[in-house]
């Protein structure tokens, strides 16, 4: 069988160099009944033009991915929010990462602040404030730098301590870490 279509197909190609070159006969086996010196005509189509090949410096450049604010979830009765300053995740290595803190005390009265810091997941505490106070509805605010030294993945986080300074500075301090904190990229 396979001989018989090879046969064929060489008949077929030797009859293309008579005919114009838009214009084939080409006799193929089927299945189905045909009579014999029955032609099947196809028109070839134009030939496709070659796809223009983008090089490595014309595709686009990846970015890092938007800083998206995380939900703040009520904690002993504050609501805070960490925010990169700058709107970025990435830095460089030994670049200030400047960091915006929002508390809101949302269940009334004033909330004793003793501490109120920052943690990165070198452990290292950086404290922002001391000795202030929540009052009920109003939004305190503060902002704050620090630097990484090793490149990698970094996480951030706030912690207060609602109690009083003295008191955080010891084992009977209220501390309270701020999930989920932030995400940053140093290189």
Same mark, same amino acid.
């Given at each position: =069988?396979?001989?018989?279509?090879l046969? =064929?197909? =060489?008949?077929?190609?030797?009859?293309?160099?008579?005919?114009?070159?838009?214009?084939?006969?080409?006799?193929?086996?089927?299945?189905?009944p045909?009579?014999?010196?029955?032609?099947?005509?196809?028109?070839?189509?134009?030939?496709?033009?070659?796809?223009?090949?983008?090089?490595?410096?014309d595709?686009?450049?990846?970015?890092?991915?938007?800083?998206?604010?995380?939900?703040?979830?009520?904690?002993?009765?504050?609501?805070?929010?960490?925010a990169?300053?700058?709107?970025?995740?990435?830095?460089?290595?030994?670049?200030?990462?400047?960091?915006?803190?929002?508390?809101t005390?949302?269940?009334?009265?004033?909330?004793?602040?003793?501490?109120?810091?920052?943690?990165?997941?070198?452990?290292?505490?950086?404290?922002?404030?001391?000795?202030?106070?929540?009052?009920?509805?109003?939004?305190?605010?503060?902002?704050?730098d620090?630097?990484?030294?090793?490149?990698?993945?970094?996480?951030?986080?706030?912690?207060?301590?609602?109690?009083?300074?003295?008191e955080?500075?010891?084992?009977?301090?209220?501390?309270?870490?701020?999930?989920?904190?932030?995400?940053?990229?140093?290189?």
């Amino acid at each position: =069988m396979l001989n018989i279509i090879l046969i =064929m197909l =060489m008949l077929a190609c030797s009859s293309l160099s008579s005919r114009p070159p838009s214009e084939v006969v080409i006799r193929l086996p089927t299945l189905t009944p045909t009579v014999e010196g029955q032609n099947l005509r196809s028109t070839l189509p134009a030939p496709t033009p070659e796809p223009v090949s983008s090089s490595p410096s014309d595709l686009p450049t990846p970015s890092a991915p938007p800083v998206v604010e995380p939900t703040p979830g009520a904690q002993n009765g504050v609501i805070a929010k960490l925010a990169l300053r700058d709107n970025k995740s990435v830095y460089a290595v030994g670049e200030k990462v400047f960091v915006k803190v929002e508390a809101t005390n949302i269940e009334g009265g004033v909330k004793p602040i003793g501490i109120l810091g920052l943690i990165p997941d070198s452990g290292d505490f950086q404290t922002i404030g001391d000795n202030s106070q929540i009052e009920a509805g109003k939004p305190v605010t503060y902002e704050d730098d620090l630097v990484f030294s090793t490149p990698g993945q970094h996480k951030l986080w706030l912690s207060i301590c609602f109690s009083s300074k003295a008191e955080c500075q010891g084992a009977n301090g209220d501390w309270v870490r701020f999930e989920p904190g932030l995400d940053l990229i140093v290189q």
